[in-house]
Structure formats: structure tokens, C-alpha cells
């Protein structure tokens, strides 16, 4: 009796899992993962919440978004993504701090194994402490001309966005600040507000509770348009110091991505949905509430941005001796 | 807590331990970069990531000579000195050992073994179903005879890892590693009704091992449902029951 | 705006809430839903938050806000079940708890210590409720002195505390485990110029050891190993009638109630620090001030409720930059910023012009949540005592599981458990030997911040070691670390006694 259980228990689950084989099927048919590479609560990971939120109601299946940071430039959630079936099923939300990846000896697979979506993302500009004497950008690099090293900078850690347009500013106005580093672009803004530090770069986005209330002094955009911000028109430091047309505009590229070998129907279902939810109004609410530039690229636009963007990253840290490994190595051109 | 003398005696142990580890915490903290410019940020000393890190060597070589002085004036010395007698004659595997083994095993087994190579429902039966029963019958015997069976079969699975023969299994047969699993745990509850019928307390144990084997079975399957479709938690490995779980849910969903 | 205009607002929203069932339902829903999430070893409030906001992306704000709200304390309360059942705390908040929770529990009186916490906590979320609305600007021109060398100070500050009142046996043991614990947040990355420290060319541990892993590893593993192997046993607890702490009780305490209500609202409004820290210098404190310092540890009511007040209270004071700065104090602070910014709400200076009596409006339901909470508290504590009449043998393992799933799920790193095992065992053989755990749980939180503030903070100054004592914030705790300090070594000792004993002989 007890082998007759024994037996018709196994036979059972033998049968069910010759049962639960997966099979081929129409996409989607499940929940899509969305393992994003940044902590919870910053701007990729709202940003890819709430695009995937609108995804979802086109593809009419849950999107979850699981954050998976550590490692360097969120290595350890690229790999984890890069790990699962190239089906569709498993997407990597992803910013352009993810470039560096490769050179810090995080990805080895660098930039070129995936296909991006830009969700957009929010321009970068220079600002001032309200007391302190700089009323323009021409003020602030006379200023630091006169006085090499001698004004305090912050700006997010050494090799990230805005650290590297910090450098671009100085190496097209060919001044030098005193870079002081903070973990995030948050933690430089509120050295601004104990007086720590004297200029910012940080985004727009990021800046705009502390210029509205007049905490911070903006001074140029770090783009080649100016920027219209609720009435006051912050000028493009391009027209005073065309020297830094040759290094910017460096500009924050926020969205997600999915393996470049996945099945190109599965791409093609993937892009009709993002293209529909970056006209969603949520979106567009957000993209205005956050000073973003919706920009919606998919394909070759967008992989050739995230290309651009690794290029400069990584010569621009090799050349600092802050990259791990040479970029040739990665076939990445200069 | 140990009883005070014996405790200078490990004392002088731990002491010496946390000594070795801030000579190794300073060695390499002076290979990082000290004085040169490092990632665009001008370094002097005050700015080097090897700052802190010599503050705590320094700092934790300092506190461990202040253990170590105070354990040897209390006594610590003769203290470690019993302690090594005392080792000496103890056994290997004494049902201490084996209680302690009862324990490790199994955790160690799930963390680096099987949570990446089996079906996660069945890892955590495979877990439970030896560490309740083993502990809840509470029965010397029957728990040295359990131990080592379950360091066998958790052996095998270990192979299968270390060489990656659990890949090329699964692409044998989709669920072959999960198949292999079902197998152990069954054979585990075949030892254990086995042994429980030939003890003496045979009636006590009977109900215990329902009730262990329900715990068993059951917790987990709460688990993957909370884990899995409330809190959207993509499992490690989701192999042949997950995956049922995953059709019955996409059915009923 | 009039303080009539003020009180209306704040009473009818209340009222709003009060009458809608739907949304009644949701505060409860989610107050439970954050008391599992923080009795679950592992599972934290930023987690909760986080996954609530997904969730409730759908919902109208106001609707989407009092869930958020309600899993934040619910999951800032629900820590301290774990803590006082099984000694291993739900959530790094609720570690203190475990201090004097547990030997209550091990003394039968596990209902009494639910009761306790219950209660203290819903006084501290009101309380913290209260500054957020009468003392934000205040709190704010006092936390905006925080510049990083008061954050390396405090950081400093906070382990050389846990390590010098959780210690079992000398004081050094329990510093040397505060600087184990700051030598493993070494370990990755260093924050300012992402030079690689301690890794072995591992790459999972170049973005550095998380917090969870060693959290569970360290209070859970040796708590699983010494009830299994050791047959420790947590006795029947004695027959509970009364979960309500008396009114008497609750006269007595006051005074440690509103100190460590201020600590948490105080630590909770500096940006980046939480909870945890608030509860360990609530819980110092009332050592320090205690008539019976000798006491702590062994099970004493003034502990628990100090470090319950403090990190529920915490939750007020970390929404105070966040609403009026947009600076999140704490981090599922930081979560919930990100929530409001996807329901279209940008919190900071701004906010009371763009959206007038917003504030009150959270703070209504911050009320409303604190309230919520009891009454689940209350309900939940009777029947979770009921799990101590379960063997141990048969809940510990599936303890374990969940520690393990738990630890795994913030993340999805198996790494993350490999750590967790390793550390989980050397610390069973360190805690036997007489060395305390929670310094090194707190090195490892803020050790980071340690690192990074006092590299900053040098170079900002240049090299100078001068700001330490000419910044006013600075010098107070550079005065309370020497005096911490200094009274736990042995020469202070000797000199107090000789001078006592000159006092005597003159006498």
C-alpha cells in the first residue's frame, strides 16, 4: 500500500512537471521584470515607474520594477539582467552613468550587447550660492582665473554626469575649481545650502525647489539652448564661451534597455508600447513637472547615443587614470 | 555567555585574531593611493580612501593589545591553557557535534548549493524537511542517522554544482536537478519513517513527524505565493514547481 | 495663513478620512501590511514604501499617501516583534529593542513588552506629527548646521554609543566590534572617488557590503544556531490581561517618553540618518540618565520605550526637510519622495504656496496612521504571543527561511546570503565570547557616511582639523564623544574613586 502511494505520488509529479515545461506563446503572456540598476526613488527609477505603469496598460500585463544596484555603474544589475533569456521578458532600467561599466571593470559586455529606450532626461546647469558675489558665468570664471583651486565645486562622485561636466566647463573655459565630491547630486545641493561649497552642477530637475525658493543662483545652462525656466530665461553658456561647444553638451539620458539579441517582434511589440506611453499625459506631466526633455528614442538613435556617451565616459576617466581598464580593450573608439 | 575566567581565555584568541586584522587592514591600506591624484580630486593625505581605514587598523590593533593585556592579567593563560586540555579529549563526533552539524549543514547546503541550482520550493523542503524533524523529535539516534544521509545527498548536489554537471543535466531534461531533488527528500522520509518505527517511542514520534512534515511542506508554499505573486519577487531558481505555481496563477489570473 | 484656517484644514481632513470607508480600510490595510513587512527579518520600510508606490500608482494622491503613510509606521513599529520574540530585529530600527525586549521576553513578560512598544510608539509618531507641524522652520535652520563635519562626528558619535552601552563585558569589546563593523562598510567603492577598497577583485562586493545582509546575519543566524543547538528556550509567557501599559506607568516614563520622542525628531530632520541611529542614542540616553543604569539589559521598561518613542518619532522629523526642502530625512523618506513626485507633487519651499495645507494634510494622516497602528498593534500583540506556545524546533527553521528569503528579496542577490551565512557564524562565536552585536550593525550603516563626511569635511577645510572646534554643533559633540569616552575608560574610573575617597578622609 505504502509503495503503491509512493508510486502514484511520483507518477503525479512526474506528470506535472513534464506539464509546467514552458512553452512558446504570444508576448506577452506574463509579468514582464524591469531590474533597474539605481536604489528606489531616484529619477531613473520613477522615471522607468511610471513609463512602465503606461507600458503596462498597452501590453496589459503587470510590469515590475525590482531594483538591483551595487557593484560599479550598476554592474551588478546589468549582469543580473544580462543573465536572464533574451525573450522580452527582462528589461534593464538604465541611465547613462551605466556607460562606465566596461572601463571600471564592472560589464565586460559594455554598451553594445543591448537596445536602449530614452525616456529623457533633465539638462545640466551651473549654479551659485544666493551670497555669493557671481552674478553671471563670465563673473564666476574671471573669478576662478584669478584664483586657481580656490572655489569649491560639488558635484556627484568623480565619474559621474555631472562631475564630468564640471570638467568639460573647465576644460573649455580653462579655469580650475576645487572639485569637492558628494555621494549624490542631492548631498552637493544641500552642501550649497550649509555653505560647504560655492558652485553646483546638477540638473535642472534636481535644482528646481532650491531655485525657486532663491537657494541657489543659476547662472548658465550647460547646453546649447537657453532654458526657460518659469519666466526666467537661464542663458546657454555657449555664446559666452564657445570653447565649450568642442566638449558639451553631456546631457543625462534616463530609460531602459533590452537584450540586442532578443527576438526583433518582441522589439518591435516593446517600441509600439513605449512610443505610446511617452504620449501618455502622465508622462508628459512628469516629463514638465521635472524639467525634462522627453526625447522617446528607440533603435539606432538611441543605441548610438548610449555609444557616444560610453566613448567620451570612458576615454574621459582613462584619461584621469580613474578607469580600471583601457577602453581600447573594449573596442570602444575614442 | 561563557563563565569569566574561561572567557579571558578565548579572550586571548579573539585578541590576537583582531590584532592580525588591523596589521592586514593597514598593509592595505598603504598600498592605496596616497598622495597622487586620483579621479580628477587633487590628493593630499586628509583626502585619500586610505584615511579611515588607517584610523580603524591603528585604532584596532591599539584596543586588542588593551584585550589582550587584561585577559593575560586575569588569568587568561592558565584559562586557554584547560580549554586546550579539555579539546583534547573531547570527541569529534559527539552528539554536541552532531546537534551542531544538524544545524550548519543544512543552511550551508541551501545558501551555496541549492538555492541556485534547485527549484526554490523544493530547496526549502528539502531544508525543512531535515531541520524540523530532526530537531522536533528530539531523539539522539535518530538525528546522528539523519545527519549523515542528508551530508551525503547534500555531497551529490555539491558536485553537481562545483562542476556544472547541473546545467548540462537540465538541458537533458528541463527539470532533471528538481527530479533529483523530489528523489532526496523523499528518500529522507523514507529513513525517517523507517527509524521512527523501530524506536521506542514510536507513537510520540508518529505525531511529531506529521506535524514537522506539515510545517515542512506547507510554509513554503505560503512563501512562494507571498514572495512570488504578492510581492513580485523573482524567485532564484524557479524550476518545476514554481513554474507550476506560475501556470495555475496565469490561469486563474 | 490663520491658525482657524489651519485647524480646519487639519480636522477636516481628518473628518474626510474618518468618514470614507474605503480609505478607512486602506490605513488599516496598510499599517498591517507594514507591521509584517517590519516583523519579517529583512524586509524594511524603504522596501515597503517602495513596493506600495508601484501599487498605488493608480490611486488619487491623497488615497496613494495614506497607504504610503500607513506601511511606513506600521513598519517602523513592526520591527520590534521580531526583536522582542525572537531576538532578531525586524527592521536595523528595532535593534535596540532587542536590548531589553528579549530578556523581558525570557522572563514571561513578552505581553507586556508588546504592550509597551505599542504604546510608546504611537506616542512618539504623535509627537513627531506635532513638530512637523508647529517647528519646521526651526528644526530646519538647526539641521541645515549639519555640514559633513558634524555628519563624521555624529556618525562617530553613534557607534562609539552602541558600542559602549550594549557591551556585556569590557568596553573595549564593544569598540572593537563598532571598528569591525566601520572596517566592513570599507569594503567597495569609496563614495568620493570610486577607488576599490578591500574587494579581492570580487566585483559583488565592489559596490560594498549592504547593511540587511549583515543586520540578519549578525542578530539572526546566532539567535537560530543557539536555539537549535543550545535549546534555548523563550518560556510560556505568563498569562497576559492587560496589554495597556498603566496610566501610572505612563505618568512615571514621561519624562524619557518626550526626551526620546526629541532625539528621534531631532536625528529624523538630519538628512540621511534614520531611525536606526535615532533608537540607539534614545536608548543611551535613557541609560545615561536612568536611576538604575545597571538594570539595562536585563529587561527594563524605560529601554524599550525610549528606543520604540525615539524611531517612530523619527518619522515626523524626517518629513520635515522633506516637505519643506524636499531633502528626504531619512531613507524611505527618500522613497516617499519619489512618491510624491510621481503623483505630481513637488515637496519644498514651495509647496504651501503651490499647494496650501499640504502639510497639515500629511500630518492628519500621519495622525490618523499612528492611531491606525495602535489599534492593529493592540489586536496583533494577543495573538502573536499565542506563536511563543510553538516549539521552537518548529518555527526556527522557518525563521531561518524567512531570514534568508527576506535578506534575499531587497536586491535579489543570492551574494547577498553568501555574506550573510559567514557573518551570521563568526558573530555566534563573538557573541559567546562576550562581544555585543549591534556596534558592529552600526559601523556597518554609518560607516560610509563616517568615510565620506570626514574626507569631505577635510578638504573642504583644506587639512585643517580646526572646524572641528570652532563649528558650535561640532564642539558639543566632540564634547559628548571625549565624554563618552573618557568615562568608560579605566583612569577615569581610578580618579573619581580617589577623589571620593579624598572627599571622605577631609570629612
Known amino acids: 500500500m505504502k509503495k503503491f502511494y509512493a508510486l502514484s505520488m511520483i507518477l503525479i509529479v512526474v506528470a506535472a512537471l513534464a506539464f509546467a515545461a514552458p512553452t512558446a506563446e504570444v508576448f506577452p503572456s506574463r509579468d514582464i521584470n524591469n531590474i533597474l540598476v539605481w536604489g528606489a526613488g531616484g529619477g531613473t527609477d520613477l522615471a522607468n515607474r511610471l513609463v512602465m505603469a503606461e507600458m503596462a496598460k498597452q501590453l496589459k500585463v503587470n510590469i515590475n520594477v525590482n531594483n538591483v544596484t551595487g557593484g560599479v555603474s550598476g554592474s551588478v544589475g546589468l549582469y543580473e539582467a544580462y543573465g536572464k533569456p533574451a525573450d522580452g521578458y527582462t528589461l534593464a532600467g538604465v541611465s547613462e552613468s551605466c556607460v562606465t561599466a566596461a572601463v571600471q571593470g564592472g560589464f565586460s559586455h559594455g554598451m553594445k550587447v543591448w537596445d536602449f529606450f530614452i525616456i529623457g532626461g533633465s539638462p545640466d546647469l551651473v549654479s551659485v550660492t544666493p551670497n555669493s558675489p557671481y552674478r553671471t558665468l563670465d563673473e564666476l570664471i574671471s573669478a576662478a582665473k584669478a584664483n586657481p583651486k580656490g572655489i569649491r565645486a560639488g558635484a556627484s562622485a568623480a565619474g559621474s554626469i555631472h562631475h564630468l561636466n564640471l570638467l568639460a566647463l573647465e576644460k573649455g573655459t580653462g579655469v580650475s575649481f576645487n572639485f569637492i565630491p558628494y555621494d549624490s547630486s542631492a548631498g552637493s545641493q544641500n552642501a550649497a545650502m550649509t555653505g560647504e561649497v560655492t558652485v553646483v552642477i546638477t540638473s535642472v530637475q534636481e535644482q528646481s525647489e532650491l531655485l525657486k525658493a532663491g537657494k541657489l543662483r543659476p547662472l548658465a545652462m550647460l547646453t546649447p539652448d537657453d532654458f526657460d525656466f518659469r519666466g526666467t530665461v537661464i542663458p546657454s553658456s555657449f555664446k559666452t564661451h564657445p570653447g565649450l561647444s568642442q566638449y558639451l553638451p553631456l546631457e543625462q539620458q534616463i530609460g531602459f534597455a533590452i537584450r540586442k539579441d532578443a527576438p526583433e517582434n518582441v522589439k518591435q511589440v516593446l517600441w509600439d508600447a513605449f512610443k505610446v506611453a511617452m504620449q501618455s499625459d502622465p508622462v508628459k506631466k512628469y516629463g514638465d513637472e521635472m524639467y525634462f526633455q522627453l526625447k522617446g528614442l528607440v533603435g539606432k538613435e538611441a543605441n548610438d547615443i548610449f555609444d557616444n556617451l560610453e566613448s567620451v565616459f570612458s576615454w574621459t576617466l582613462w584619461d584621469l587614470g580613474a578607469a580600471k581598464l583601457n577602453p581600447s580593450s573594449f573596442g570602444i573608439p575614442r | 555567555m561563557i563563565h569569566d575566567s574561561k572567557l579571558r581565555g578565548k579572550d586571548i584568541v579573539t585578541s590576537i585574531l583582531f590584532f592580525i586584522l588591523g596589521v592586514y587592514i593597514l598593509i592595505e591600506a598603504f598600498q592605496m593611493p596616497l598622495k597622487d591624484t586620483y579621479a580628477g580630486v587633487v590628493s593630499k593625505w586628509y583626502v585619500s580612501p586610505a584615511l579611515l581605514p588607517i584610523i580603524i587598523g591603528v585604532s584596532m590593533i591599539l584596543i586588542a593589545v588593551v584585550i589582550l593585556l587584561h585577559a593575560v592579567k586575569n588569568g587568561g593563560v592558565q584559562a586557554l591553557k584547560e580549554s586546550f586540555a579539555a579539546l583534547r579529549g573531547s570527541k569529534v563526533l559527539s552528539d554536541g557535534n552532531i546537534r551542531y552539524a544538524a544545524v550548519l549543514i543544512p543552511l550551508l547546503s541551501l545558501v551555496y548549493i541549492n538555492l541556485r541550482i534547485v527549484d526554490f520550493y523544493l530547496a526549502i523542503v528539502l531544508y525543512l524537511g531535515f531541520t524540523i524533524p530532526v530537531f522536533y523529535l528530539e531523539s539522539d539516534s535518530i538525528r546522528r542517522k539523519a545527519v549523515y544521509f542528508y551530508f551525503f545527498e547534500m555531497l551529490i548536489l555539491l558536485v553537481l554544482r562545483i562542476t556544472k554537471l547541473s546545467v548540462v543535466l537540465d538541458r537533458v531534461f528541463y527539470y532533471f536537478v528538481d527530479s533529483i531533488a523530489l528523489i532526496m527528500i523523499i528518500l529522507l522520509l523514507v529513513l525517517f519513517i523507517r527509524e521512527i518505527k523501530k524506536s521506542e517511542q514510536r507513537e510520540l514520534y508518529r505525531q511529531k513527524f506529521r506535524q514537522a512534515m506539515v510545517m515542512s511542506w506547507v510554509t513554503p508554499l505560503f512563501i512562494v505565493i507571498i514572495f512570488r505573486y504578492m510581492l513580485r519577487v523573482p524567485l532564484p531558481k524557479e524550476g518545476a514547481v514554481v513554474n507550476l505555481f506560475s501556470m495555475i496563477y496565469y490561469l486563474v489570473r | ?507
Request: aromatic share 10%; charged share 10%; glycine share 12%.
Open chain 3, 1 to 507: 495663513m490663520h491658525i482657524a484656517t489651519q485647524f480646519s484644514i487639519f480636522f477636516s481632513s481628518i473628518g474626510s478620512i474618518l468618514i470614507n470607508p474605503y480609505q478607512l480600510l486602506l490605513l488599516f490595510g496598510s499599517v498591517l501590511l507594514g507591521v509584517v513587512f517590519g516583523a519579517l527579518p529583512g524586509l524594511t520600510a524603504t522596501l515597503g514604501v517602495a513596493l506600495l508606490t508601484t501599487l498605488t500608482y493608480s490611486l488619487p494622491m491623497q488615497s496613494a499617501m495614506i497607504a504610503l503613510m500607513g506601511i511606513y509606521v506600521g513598519a517602523v513599529y513592526g520591527g520590534s516583534y521580531g526583536s522582542i520574540m525572537i531576538n532578531i530585529p525586524g527592521t536595523a530600527a528595532a535593534a535596540a529593542t532587542a536590548m531589553e525586549g528579549y530578556p523581558m521576553a525570557l522572563q514571561g513578560k513578552a505581553g507586556k513588552a508588546l504592550g509597551l512598544t505599542t504604546t510608546s510608539s504611537a506616542i512618539g509618531t504623535t509627537i513627531g506629527m506635532m513638530f512637523l507641524v508647529v517647528f519646521t522652520p526651526l528644526i530646519m535652520r538647526l539641521a541645515l548646521q549639519f555640514t559633513s563635519f558634524e555628519f563624521f562626528l555624529l556618525a562617530f558619535f553613534g557607534i562609539m554609543i552602541s558600542g559602549s552601552i550594549s557591551c556585556p563585558d569590557t568596553v573595549q569589546k564593544g569598540w572593537i566590534m563598532g571598528f569591525l563593523g566601520l572596517f566592513l562598510a570599507m569594503v567597495g567603492r569609496d563614495q568620493l572617488q570610486v577607488y576599490p577598497r578591500y574587494t579581492f577583485g570580487i566585483m559583488s562586493l565592489e559596490g560594498g557590503i549592504e547593511v540587511v545582509p549583515v543586520l540578519i546575519g549578525a542578530f539572526g543566524i546566532p539567535q537560530i544556531i543557539q536555539v537549535l543547538k543550545d535549546r534555548q528556550i523563550v518560556p510560556e509567557p505568563m498569562k497576559v490581561n492587560k496589554l495597556l501599559p498603566s496610566w501610572g506607568d505612563i505618568i512615571k516614563y514621561f519624562p524619557n517618553t518626550v526626551r526620546s520622542a526629541l532625539i528621534g525628531v531631532g536625528i529624523g530632520a538630519v538628512p540621511g540618518i534614520g531611525e536606526d541611529i535615532a533608537a540607539w542614542v534614545a536608548y543611551g540616553t535613557a541609560k545615561k540618565t536612568s536611576k538604575h543604569p545597571e538594570l539595562f539589559g536585563t529587561g527594563t521598561e524605560e529601554g524599550i520605550i525610549a528606543s520604540e518613542t525615539a524611531n517612530n518619532s523619527c518619522i515626523g522629523g524626517a518629513m520635515i526637510p522633506l516637505l519643506s526642502m524636499g531633502i528626504p530625512g531619512s531613507p524611505p523618506a527618500a522613497m516617499l519622495l519619489g512618491a510624491l513626485l510621481l503623483h505630481g507633487v513637488a515637496p519644498g519651499p514651495m509647496l504651501e504656496i503651490e499647494r496650501p495645507g499640504f502639510t497639515l494634510q500629511i500630518s492628519a494622516i500621519l495622525l490618523l496612521a499612528s492611531f491606525a497602528m495602535w489599534i492593529v498593534g493592540m489586536l496583533l500583540a494577543k495573538q502573536v504571543i499565542k506563536l511563543l506556545h510553538v516549539p521552537p524546533a518548529l518555527f526556527m527553521p522557518v525563521v531561518a527561511v524567512l531570514c534568508l528569503i527576506g535578506s534575499y528579496a531587497l536586491g535579489l542577490k543570492v551574494f547577498n546570503l553568501y555574506l550573510l551565512i559567514p557573518v551570521g557564524i563568526v558573530t555566534y562565536y563573538l557573541t559567546n565570547m562576550g562581544y555585543p552585536i549591534p556596534p558592529l550593525v552600526i559601523g556597518v550603516i554609518l560607516g560610509g557616511m563616517a568615510d565620506a563626511n570626514l574626507r569631505r569635511g577635510l578638504m573642504v577645510s583644506q587639512g585643517s582639523l580646526l572646524p572641528f572646534i570652532t563649528r558650535p554643533v561640532s564642539l558639543i559633540l566632540v564634547l559628548v564623544i571625549l565624554f563618552t569616552f573618557l568615562t568608560n575608560t579605566e583612569i577615569y574610573r581610578r580618579v573619581v574613586m580617589k577623589v571620593r575617597a579624598s572627599l571622605k578622609r577631609q570629612k
